[in-house]
């Protein structure tokens, strides 16, 4: 019977389905949407191929390798001091974190001890790169959302952070910061003006920023419980950096595994409650101002003494000594050609990069380059969960998700 | 209950046997040991699920290749991290190239998907019962595995770059 009243209840537009020979309702259809490799809001290579339901996204299938570039490969056949610069090209928004963390595993297995005040150089420049980190990351967020004011306003701060950097190690994106075993150089009279500058005056150029976005209506409810993501699920996820904090869960290799005098600072781990785009946003906001406290207790308290450990054999001897010593010449020559030996040995080290733990596996089998070497890249273990994250979503919100994330494609492909 | 290298291993050992857990040393303060393919799944949800460990995190895994150990030119390498205790541990499993098969972790970590994909498509382990066991950075039509040891870095038939006395 209920058949028999449908038939007769056909729509005009069922009607004239049923006239014309066709299906009498439409097929859900969904639309396949590429957002990627190269797309502006991507903010780096990487693919995602998308099944859309109108706005509603269904399904996501993420591509990466694009900027592959096999550098666990290539740090097999290379003597220990020509890794850094690989280093530098992983995360590119943080380099000198990424250098440090390197240069420290390489010493843990060298078991040189580094000086303080090297070790209290390298906690400002780290910090400092995590400040330009964040406010890449952050910025973008407003951009993604409609916002580039904010933008512009913050990336001329990044400028200033990159001459901080041009006066320590003449660089300013792939930093090649320091050595094994310490800085190449000390802290200039200039860079340690630049730095106490920045400290003046960065402030109130962050107080600004956050008052443009924090409580700003438009980008709460952008991003506000979009892209959420439960604590369980993200330590499922492997997720570390401001993205887990953002969940609640306050692990912070800075704080759990201190390395490089980081016992000797006080600061706060700030933690989300949700873990959504909003969340990330505020964690990173404060660890902004804790970077900054942190900059400021080593900047007063920097200890005298050398910038370098005493490691000869690792560490290259200063430039005027080489043309004048035989003994620094050889080991010059020795270091320069990457004929020096490490010893043999299996070390992990992780410090906290930009956006996660940041981990070396490093096995040496007593030669001049590494036997393996691993890293334990931050953005290619949590940036899996980014499907997770955006089904049922929309379309825009998929995007400020993306940029909350802050996933980096050197870092992402390595 | 703190846990030091000495009582985690001997939890470990009176779970599964001395015959499974083998080679305990810590080079870096870590504890490393070894254990077979049949036990690793097992272990390794043992450490996740049990009360006083609380091994729950999955920081990072990685295939080494060693030629020249007969039988055993393979390893996979898990590290954990107990983030309640601040406790790591790390495990490995060796096995024969001609022999490449593990089991998949995926179902105890959604992390361990794209880190196996990556350890496939570098040494060509297959981790059975993956969900979707395909090259993750190199292109799909690659043959070979690259990070394995007998593939050079550079192409060796070039002239170019022969250097005598570094060692190209």
């Known amino acids: 019977m209920a058949t028999d009243i449908k038939t007769a209840e056909l729509t005009e537009l069922e ?50 390798g694009y900027i592959h570039r096999a550098f666990e490969k290539i740090a097999e056949r290379r003597p220990f001091y020509q890794i850094t610069p690989l280093t530098d090209r992983m995360n590119y928004c943080s380099s000198p974190i990424n250098n440090m963390g390197y240069h420290m595993t390489v010493e843990k297995l060298l078991g040189i001890t580094v000086p303080k005040r090297a070790q209290y150089i390298r906690v400002i420049m780290m910090e ?24 512009l306003y913050v990336m001329q701060e990044r400028e200033h952070i990159y001459d901080i950097y041009e006066e320590v190690c003449g660089a300013r994106l792939t930093t090649n910061m320091g050595r094994i075993g310490g800085m190449e150089r000390d802290l200039s009279p200039k860079a340690l003006h630049l730095i106490g500058e920045f400290l003046k005056r960065f402030p109130k150029v962050w107080a600004e920023f956050e ?33 887990l904090r953002a969940t609640g869960i306050d692990y912070d290799v800075r704080v759990m595994n201190p390395y490089s005098s980081y016992e000797d600072f006080e600061f706060e781990i700030p933690v989300g409650a949700k873990g959504d785009t909003y969340d990330r946003f505020l964690v990173r906001n404060e660890e902004v101002w804790q970077s900054l406290k ?14 370098h450990a005493d490691a000869p054999h690792y560490y290259l001897p200063p430039k005027q000594e080489v043309y004048t010593s035989m003994e620094a010449l050889i080991y010059h020559f020795k270091i320069v050609m990457g004929e020096i030996d490490a010893p043999k040995g299996e070390v992990y080290h ?51 998700t993306l940029s909350s994330l802050n996933v980096i494609a050197g870092e992402l492909d390595a | 209950m703190e846990l030091t290298n000495e009582n985690v291993l001997g939890k470990i050992i009176s779970e599964f046997g001395e015959e499974n857990i083998w080679e305990a040393y810590s080079p870096d303060g870590i504890m490393t040991f070894q254990t077979n393919r049949e036990t690793i799944h097992a272990l390794i949800k043992y450490l996740r699920d ?28 898990y590290q954990l991290h107990s983030m309640r205790h601040n406790y790591r541990i790390r495990i ?22 794209w880190m196996e994909r990556e350890t496939f498509d570098f040494y060509g382990v297959q981790f059975t019962g993956h969900p979707n066991l395909t090259r993750i950075l190199n292109i799909e039509e690659m043959e070979y595995h690259p990070m394995l040891k007998q593939y050079p870095l550079e192409d060796q038939t070039r002239e170019d770059k022969i250097d005598t006395y570094f060692g190209r």
């Open chain 1, 15 to 64: 009607q004239f389905r049923k006239d014309h020979g066709l299906a009498l309702h439409e097929e859900r259809q969904l639309t396949t949407l590429n957002l990627g490799p190269t797309h502006p809001a991507t903010h780096g290579i990487f693919q995602n191929i998308l099944q859309m339901d109108g706005e509603e996204i269904v399904d996501a299938v993420p591509t990466i």
């Open chain 1, 128 to 151: 400092l790169a995590r400040i330009s980190d964040h406010l890449i990351c952050n910025s973008i967020l407003g951009v993604d959302s409609g916002a580039f004011t904010g933008f």
């Open chain 1, 211 to 243: 008052k443009m976005f924090t409580r700003n209506r438009i980008f709460v409810d952008r991003t506000k419980d979009v892209g959420a993501i439960s604590a369980e699920r993200a330590l499922s996820y492997g997720f570390t950096g401001p993205n």
């Open chain 1, 294 to 307: 942190i900059i400021e207790q080593a900047y007063k308290n920097l200890p005298e003494g050398s910038y």
């Open chain 1, 350 to 400: 992780s410090v906290e990069g930009g956006n996660g733990e940041l981990g070396f596996y490093l096995i040496s089998d007593g030669g001049r380059t590494p036997y393996r070497l691993h890293f334990r890249r931050p953005c290619f273990i949590y940036y899996q969960a980014y499907t997770e994250m955006i089904k049922g979503g929309q379309l825009a919100d998929a995007i400020l």
């Open chain 2, 50 to 77: 049990d009360e006083e460990l609380n091994i729950n995190f999955l920081t990072t895994l990685c295939g080494i290749h060693f030629p020249d150990l007969k039988d055993k030119e393979l390893c996979v390498m």
């Open chain 2, 92 to 113: 490995k499993v060796f096995f024969p190239i001609a022999d490449p098969v593990m089991p998949t972790m995926t179902d105890l970590y959604a992390a361990a998907n």
